[in-house]
Structure formats: structure tokens, C-alpha cells
């Protein structure tokens, strides 16, 4: 019995927070109910509850879900069928959808909303079926001119192109490509070998396979992965990619369906031959056939879910078969990298799509089971790429970008191992594959295990450590850095490098690495040598860090050093490959303050960074990224305790010390000259790249230094006139916690000083809002939970469907939250966003929620002694009270003070506060005679009468006239013959 009570008692709690707008809240009420709920008839009516709770959520699978929990319980349950017929309708399955709705016309013929809902939906149909009547003579007509070989017209023909590939991005004419044939026409242009025509048949495949697991599927099963793999890899650079992109798409559509309820766009006819009768079954389900109603057996019930087709459901086959596809699209990616057919741009998007795919996007996933297979069956082959060495016999193609893009790859699986099992199994499967080249392969093979070496050291760098000290390795390093050959001394001398800013042998270097670097710094007659031993050196010179005291070389070296850096990096006539080891070094020197300044009194050094920053070589960013992390000092750094430096004194232990010219004045200096130089340009531009050089940490660097550049308020104008504003917005949305956070802060500085239009045009405004509600959460900074809350205030100023957006990102809690805040700032901030936000009516409703202490707050903050707060709050209560009267009945109701704060405020010196309270008191006089009788009762009618004849302040004075007119009307003061 107390069970049920339990669950009553949550039942009324949910009911109560839905009708207060928190349906998150009311949803997890439900949800708890239905675990303490035996009772069939309670459990439907909180699954019913629920469903409401997933539409307004805008989750319309569970929502269709709950609701048919429901409807099986009780087939009349009229709510329930119209919210799965809601539910239905955004997913897309409007017949189901008008079978629902007819039921609820049926049980009750007069209900006006239901014919209504009805009627709507029909017309939605109509549109829907004239569209693919008139789509069937364009299909014919653009794969006529496209397969006709006689067609002559380039022109007829790109055109037919152009509107195949626009046709397929709409529902519509995508169902009709395909059910018209479509995929194996599309097969027969790819098979022309016709650049052209290949590019028009994947970009129409994209559209047909968005979205679309079973479509995904057929599509799959018709063109066979060998030939998409085969496509990826050929050497025309814009076909390849476009084959990427496709199967990249493919990727997404067959993971989705593996991942939940995959409810979307209705699913087409899947051709593989042992599926098709079932495949058909299911459609003349969906149709509503005799003796099938309305159920469907979808081809994307989440694992485990029952069905009740029994044996006969096709569900379970289809996602087994989806993750069956899924691992042979990836077995023929690795099978592609090792493929010295393959063209070196195939090899670079087979990188890049395993990077996107593979990896668990969050760590929040239990499941890495694809990163294990992916190891198990192609880490050898990704070490394949990362190894090669370029112009060795036999080396496979390579761009300058392909073992970056290995290290990267190599750095995610890595990462995404969850114990020290499986992290030992990658150890040895790198160290087998080093062994391998380096045992037995004489010169050659030593070659490619110093490169394997270098791959692993610049992505996972504990298996670069690792294979680090294998026997010989390291003495093979050294003996190879004065080889004759400049191929094989570039080899080496990279391996140094790169080991020398890794921990487990930095000392080992830093004794015996120094000279030999120095050497051939010194005696190489090769630029290529002699700029990397110089990036070597500047690693181990660095190791210092910021800290003024730790110097590792003479004084001046440094500055030498970085004097060469710039030298080389100006010099256009070294390749941009060589150029970019100048930034490396720079990346490494600009720890040190004096190097900081005379890079940027040096503008060609700047300007030339920031050309090789936009160049095709993406491996630059991380290396420009953190140069101008450095020259900015937007790195973090905590002032030390005064007590604790003390105490390090006392102790003799080492204290770090702050460069004179780290100041902040030098900063600002510095930063102004970087803008001058066009940092900007190539910020932006190194945003938008593609390549997996633009990892993570490369994204935070890149966040730092554009709130760096944000700092001053007269800078922002600039930044977002660059472009900046827009390359912003990704970077808050995507990468590391740290990093994201630094760009939404970025933002918010932006859109507290700009005009929010200006700054972000168009649609992109409505992009900004979820970065800046991000601001909000508690494990955020003082500072940025302020400029968070600034930046919304700005915003929701704007517009209703501004003020939407914020409702949607569940801001208003956490602002509610802030007005309870300590800190004067955080807590006017607060207010002044809730001011702006009760423009909107479900905001005005929350004030009158049951339990509620908004609007007790709002006016007791209205009689505070902060005359801001007091402003934003009374500006809050005049405008509720003016667009939803009920609240102004239930003032008097909140606190016993809410004469003596009114009063308070018509008696402040501050006209603008005295503006509002008359408002406040006119708007409460309007709505209600009861009210008004109290207010009259009291001092308030002398105050009145008084503010009415002040003609100094006419606002004023004409909200006080028309109180006491309304009073007038109401018979409860007589009207005075010498007024109007």
C-alpha cells in the first residue's frame, strides 16, 4: 500500500513540475513512479504522462514508445493515441499517424482539435505524394542524359548532374531515385571512370544514404565495399574525396541504427535477396494491409526489445547485418592503407574516416570493442603508413600529411583503451612491428623502425617511449644522425626530436644529444639538416618552460637560436616542408619573453607563420597554435601563494620566476602587433581545415589565443569583422572541455560589447546561445558564470525566438540559480537575464508555478539597497505585471512587505526606479479591484497624488494619473475637479 502511495505522491509531483515547464524534471518523476507502480491501469496513465513529457523534449521515439505502452493497455485511451500520432507525424510516418488520429475522430466525432489535427495532416500527404508524382519524369529524364553516350552537350549533362545530386537531398526524390532503379544507374556512372560523372553518382548517393539505415544497407549490398574502397583510392583527388564523404555518411547511417531506436525517415526496400520478402511484409504493414492494422515490424528495434512477429521479426537480422557492414567497410579503409595501388590522397582519407569512426566519441560510451578490432586486424597496417619513408624502393604514396595523420590515428585508439590490458597488448603489437623492420632488414629496415618510432612519439607517446629503449634503436638514432645520406640522417635526426621533449629521455638526450646536435648544426651543409637539429635544440633549450631562472644554455643562445628560426621561416625559397621544422623550433623558444617580443617586432617572421598556417601542410597548426599561445601568454598560470614562496625560500627549494617582459602591459603590446599582422585571417583558416592535425589540443590552443585576442573590448570589433565570431562557434561546440569552455567565453565577451546581429549574422546568432548557456554550469568560473549570463541578458533582449532557443538549452534554472548567488555582480547579472527572459509568456508562467519563490525574490530584490539589483529587479516586475496580470494578483500574496517595497521604490530619488515602481503599481491598480483597494488603503494614494502633479518627471507623473484614474473607476477615491 505504501508502494502505491509512493507512486502517487511522484505521479503528483511530475504533474506539478510539467505544468511549471521543468518536463525534464517531470519526466524523471514518472520515470521513478513506474519503478514503485505494479497497478497495468496507473503504469499506462505515467507512460501516457511520460510521452507528453518525451514531445515536449522533442525525443519523439520514446515518445511514440510510451505512448504505445499506453494504447496497449487501453486501445480507447484517446490522450495516448493523439500523442503517438503527434510523435509519429515528426518522425515522419504519417500514415500511422492518420490511423491514430481517425481512432481518436472515431471515439470522439466532435472533437474540434482532432478533425483539425486531422485535416492537417491530410493536406501534408497530399503535398507529399504530388511531390513524388512529379519527380518521376526528372529521374528518368537526368539518368537518360547522363547514361546516354551519344549526348554530346557538356553542359545538358552537368546540369543533369547538378539536379540529381539537389533531388536527392529532399526525402522525396531520394525515395524515388531509389525505388526507380536508381542504385545500380548510379553504379553505371561510377564504372565510367569519368571523373565528372563519378562525382555527380556518389554526391546522389550521399543524399540517398543520409539518414537512411536500410537504404544504407541496399545501396551497400549493390556497389560491394571493394568498389567504394577502389573509388577512394584512385588518384583523382576530388573523386576521392567525394567517395570519403560518402562513406563517412554510410558510417554514421549504419552506426546510428546499432546505437538506439533508429525511428527517422520511413525505410526503403532493402535488395538483398533473403531480406526482400520481409522487407515487403513490413511495408504492406506500414501501409495498414488487411490483417496487419497498423502494427510494423521496423527494421530498427533496439536490442533485446520484443516483437510481436516472434521468430518472424527481421529487426535482429538487420542490425546484426548492420554491424557485419560496418566492420567490412573498416577491414576494406585498413586493407586500403597498405595497398600500394592506392593513391596517396585515398590513403589520407582512409586515415581521416577511421579517425572519425572508430574512436568512441566520449569516454561516457562503455563500449570500444570497434578500436580492439581495429587494432587486432590493421594496427600493422596504420604502422605501414606512419613507417614509410619517403623515396625509399617500395615506400607507398604518401602526401606530407599522411603520417600525421597516422600519429593521430594511432593517439585516439590508443586513448581509447580502458585498461593496462589492452594498453600491453598495443605495446607489444608496436613492438613486434619494430622488431620486425629492425631485425633482419639491414639498412632499410632500420630506417623504418626509426620512423615507426617517430610516428609513435608524436601520437601515442608512451608506445614511442616504449619502443624508444628496444635494444639498438637508440644507438641506430645516433650512428644514422651523421650518415652521408641526407635521406637517412632526416630520419634520424627527426627520431631525436621528437624524443627529445618526451620525459623517459629527455636527460639521455640532454647528455648526449646536445653536442651531436650541435655538430650538425654547425658542419651540415644541408638546410634540411641543419633546421631540424636546430628544432632539437630548441626543445632541449626550452625545457625551462616560462620560469626566467631556468636557463639550459648560454646567455644569447636562445636569442640566436630564434633569430635562425625566423631567417629560415622567411626564406621562400626552402620548401614549405622544411619551413615548417622554423615554427617547430619558434613554438619552443617563445617560452622565453625576449624571443616573444622580437618575433612580433618582426612582421614578415609573422606574416610568414601565418602563410604556412593556411598552406595544405596542416601539420603546421599545432606548432602555430602554440607559438602564439606563447606570444599571447594565454597558457594557464596560477599566481603562487605568498606564504608557500616563503616557505620555499626557507626551504632553499626552487622558485619560478616571471620574465620582466611577461607583464601584462607587454602582453597587450603584443597582442595588438598580432592582430595588426593578420593572426586573425589565419586563425579562422586553420579552423576550418579538415585534417586530423586539428586535433583536440590543437583546437584549445587555438581557443586560447582568440580570448587572448578578445581581451580588450576595442579589439572585438576586428576579430569578428576577420571572420573571427564564426570560427568561434565550432571551437566552443567541439574538442576538449578546456578548449570549448575558452571559446564560449570568447563569445560572450563578443556579444557583451557588440551588437549581437552584427556580430553574428543570420541563423548563426541562434548557434551561439547553447556555448553561452554552457557558462552557466557550476564548475565554471565566477568570471565566466558573469559573462555567461551578460551575454544571454544581450540576447535575450533581441527576439521571442532568441528567447526560445535559451528556454530549450534549460537556461532558466541556472539563472534562477545565479540570483541566489553570493557575489553582487553574478547575482545582478542574474536578474537582469530574467528581466529579458519574462518577455516570454512560459518564462511569466514559471512565476506563478505552485511552491514557487520567483516572484517573492523579484520583489524583495526590488526593495534591496544595491539600487542596479533593485533596477533590474522592479524593471522585472513591471514587465510581468504588464504582459500577464495574474501575477500582479498574487503580489500581495508573496510577502508582507510588498507595500512597504513599493513605496520604497515611487520614494527613491531615482527617477528610473521610481518609473518603474509606478508602473509596477499601475499595471496592479488595472487588474483587479481587490488589489486596487488595498493599495489605495494605504499611504499609497498620498504618493500617488503627489508623483501625479511632479512635472519634472512625465513618465512619472503619467503612470501616477492613470493609477488614480483607475481608482476613479473602480468608485474607491472620488475625482478631483481641478484634474483632467
Known amino acids: 500500500m505504501e508502494e502505491a502511495v509512493t507512486a502517487g505522491q511522484l505521479r503528483e509531483r511530475g504533474n506539478a513540475l510539467f505544468q511549471a515547464g521543468d518536463h525534464a524534471a517531470a519526466l524523471a518523476a514518472y520515470t521513478q513512479a513506474l519503478s514503485l507502480c505494479d497497478a497495468e491501469p496507473e503504469r499506462a496513465v505515467l507512460h501516457r504522462n511520460r510521452a507528453a513529457c518525451y514531445l515536449k523534449l522533442e525525443d519523439y521515439a520514446k515518445a511514440e514508445a510510451d505512448a504505445s505502452k499506453a494504447i496497449e493497455a487501453d486501445g480507447r485511451d484517446m490522450k495516448a493515441l493523439f500523442r503517438r500520432s503527434q510523435a509519429l507525424q515528426k518522425l515522419g510516418r504519417l500514415d500511422q499517424a492518420v490511423s491514430d488520429l481517425q481512432r481518436c475522430v472515431s471515439l470522439e466525432p466532435k472533437n474540434k482539435a482532432f478533425q483539425e489535427a486531422l485535416r ?74 569519368k571523373a565528372d560523372l563519378m562525382l555527380a553518382a556518389l554526391r546522389t548517393l550521399v543524399g540517398l544514404c543520409s539518414g537512411h539505415r536500410s537504404r544504407t544497407m541496399a545501396i551497400l549490398a549493390e556497389l560491394g565495399a571493394p568498389r567504394l574502397s577502389a573509388v577512394l583510392g584512385v588518384e583523382h583527388e576530388q573523386v576521392s574525396l567525394a567517395a570519403c564523404n560518402l562513406l563517412h555518411v554510410m558510417f554514421d547511417s549504419l552506426k546510428e541504427g546499432l546505437q538506439k531506436d533508429f525511428r527517422g525517415k520511413e525505410d526503403a526496400v532493402v535488395l538483398e535477396p533473403g531480406l526482400r520478402s520481409r522487407v515487403n511484409t513490413r511495408l504492406s504493414w506500414e501501409a495498414g494491409a488487411p490483417g496487419h492494422g497498423s502494427i510494423s515490424c521496423q527494421p530498427y528495434h533496439s536490442r533485446g526489445e520484443a516483437c510481436a512477429q516472434g521468430a518472424d521479426c527481421w529487426a535482429p537480422l538487420l542490425l546484426q547485418d548492420s554491424s557485419k557492414d560496418l566492420k567490412l567497410l573498416i577491414k576494406h579503409l585498413l586493407e586500403l592503407l597498405a595497398l600500394e595501388g592506392a593513391s596517396a590522397h585515398g590513403r589520407d582519407n582512409a586515415l581521416n574516416l577511421l579517425i572519425k569512426v572508430v574512436p568512441r566519441k566520449s569516454p561516457k560510451e562503455t563500449n570500444n570493442s570497434m578500436s580492439l578490432w581495429v587494432i587486432d586486424q590493421g594496427l600493422k597496417k596504420i604502422l605501414e603508413v606512419g613507417s614509410t619513408v619517403c623515396g625509399a624502393p617500395g615506400s607507398l604514396p604518401v602526401t606530407e600529411n599522411s603520417r600525421m595523420s597516422a600519429s593521430v590515428l594511432l593517439s585516439k585508439l590508443y586513448d581509447d583503451l580502458k585498461c593496462d590490458a589492452e594498453r600491453e597488448n598495443f605495446h607489444h603489437l608496436c613492438e613486434d612491428y619494430v622488431r620486425s623492420w629492425f631485425e633482419g632488414h639491414e639498412l632499410a629496415g632500420k630506417l623504418r623502425a626509426i620512423q615507426t618510432v617517430s610516428c609513435l612519439l608524436q601520437g601515442p607517446s608512451d608506445a614511442g617511449n ?102 629560415w621561416l622567411c626564406n621562400e625559397t626552402i620548401d614549405a616542408g622544411t619551413r615548417r621544422w622554423a615554427v617547430e623550433g619558434l613554438a619552443y623558444l617563445t617560452f622565453d619573453a625576449d624571443v616573444k617580443e622580437e618575433f612580433v617586432e618582426d612582421k614578415a617572421a609573422m606574416q610568414a607563420m601565418f602563410h604556412l598556417a593556411k598552406s595544405e601542410d596542416r601539420s603546421v597548426l599545432y606548432a602555430v597554435a602554440s607559438t602564439l599561445v606563447n606570444c599571447t601568454n594565454s597558457y594557464d598560470h596560477e599566481e603562487p601563494d605568498p606564504q ?32 595588426t599582422a593578420g593572426v586573425v585571417s589565419a586563425l579562422t583558416c586553420m579552423v576550418k581545415s579538415e585534417n586530423p592535425a586539428l586535433t583536440n589540443s590543437c583546437r584549445e590552443l587555438i581557443s586560447r589565443v582568440f580570448l587572448a585576442l578578445v581581451e580588450e573590448a576595442e579589439d572585438r570589433g576586428g576579430v569578428v569583422a576577420q571572420g573571427g565570431g564564426k570560427a568561434l562557434i565550432p571551437l566552443s561546440l567541439e574538442g576538449t572541455e578546456v578548449g570549448q569552455t ?54 535575450a533582449g533581441i527576439s521571442e525566438r532568441l528567447r526560445q532557443k535559451i528556454l530549450k538549452e534549460k537556461a532558466v534554472p541556472m539563472i534562477e540559480g545565479y540570483m541566489f548567488e553570493e557575489h553582487e ?136 494619473k492613470e493609477s488614480l484614474a483607475q481608482a476613479v473607476a473602480y468608485g474607491l477615491i472620488k475625482p478631483n475637479p481641478g484634474q483632467e
Open 120 to 193: 492537417s495532416l491530410g493536406s501534408s500527404m497530399h503535398e507529399k505524394m504530388k511531390t513524388m508524382s512529379c519527380t518521376d519524369s526528372k529521374v528518368e529524364q537526368m539518368f537518360q542524359i547522363l547514361l546516354d553516350p551519344e549526348e554530346k552537350d557538356a553542359d545538358k549533362k552537368q546540369k543533369a548532374a547538378q539536379n540529381l545530386i539537389v533531388l536527392a537531398r529532399e526525402e522525396a526524390g531520394a525515395e524515388k531515385i531509389f525505388q526507380s532503379d536508381g542504385v545500380r544507374l548510379l553504379t553505371q556512372l561510377l564504372d565510367t571512370a
Open 466 to 567: 616504449r619502443v624508444l629503449e628496444l635494444e639498438g634503436i637508440m644507438d641506430s638514432v645516433l650512428s644514422l644522425c651523421a650518415s652521408v645520406c641526407e635521406a637517412h640522417q632526416l630520419v634520424a635526426v627527426e627520431a631525436l626530436i621528437h624524443a627529445a621533449d618526451k620525459a623517459k629521455r629527455a636527460s639521455f638526450i640532454t647528455a648526449n644529444g646536445v653536442s651531436l646536435l650541435k655538430e650538425i648544426y654547425k658542419h651540415s651543409e644541408r638546410d634540411s639538416i641543419r633546421i631540424r637539429a636546430l628544432v632539437g635544440l630548441c626543445k632541449l633549450g626550452s625545457a625551462g618552460g616560462t620560469d626566467f631562472s631556468m636557463k639550459q644554455f648560454a646567455e644569447g643562445s636562445t636569442m640566436k637560436l630564434a633569430k635562425q628560426c625566423r631567417k
Open 644 to 675: 608557500m614562496l616563503e616557505l620555499a625560500k626557507y626551504a632553499k627549494q626552487h622558485i619560478p620566476e616571471q620574465h620582466p617582459k611577461d607583464k601584462p602591459d607587454f602582453v597587450k603590446r603584443r597582442v595588438r602587433k598580432l592582430l
Open 742 to 795: 575558452k571559446a564560449a567565453q570568447a563569445l560572450a565577451k563578443i556579444t557583451i560589447t557588440s551588437n549581437p546581429e552584427m556580430a553574428f549574422p543570420g541563423e548563426r546568432i541562434y548557434e551561439v546561445v547553447r556555448p553561452l548557456v554552457s557558462l552557466l554550469h557550476l564548475q565554471r568560473t565566477g568570471l565566466e558564470n558573469f559573462e555567461g549570463l551578460m551575454a544571454l541578458t544581450n540576447l
Open 825 to 960: 555582480l553574478i547575482r545582478l547579472a542574474a536578474t537582469e537575464c530574467m528581466c529579458n527572459m519574462a518577455m516570454s509568456k512560459e518564462v511569466q508562467e514559471l512565476f506563478l508555478a505552485e511552491g514557487s519563490d520567483r516572484l517573492k525574490l523579484m520583489v524583495l530584490y526590488s526593495g534591496e539597497e544595491d539600487e542596479k539589483l533593485r533596477r533590474a529587479a522592479s524593471g522585472t516586475l513591471a514587465m510581468l505585471t504588464a504582459l500577464h496580470p495574474p501575477i500582479c494578483k498574487r503580489i500581495p500574496q508573496v510577502t508582507v512587505h510588498w507595500l512597504e517595497i513599493l513605496q520604497a521604490l515611487l520614494l527613491s530619488p531615482s527617477t528610473e526606479l521610481q518609473h518603474r515602481g509606478a508602473v509596477v503599481v499601475m499595471n496592479m491598480m488595472a487588474a483587479e479591484r481587490e488589489v486596487a483597494e488595498q493599495l489605495i488603503a494605504s499611504e499609497m494614494l498620498e504618493i500617488l497624488s503627489v508623483l501625479a502633479k511632479d512635472k519634472d518627471k512625465p513618465r512619472v507623473a503619467q503612470a501616477a
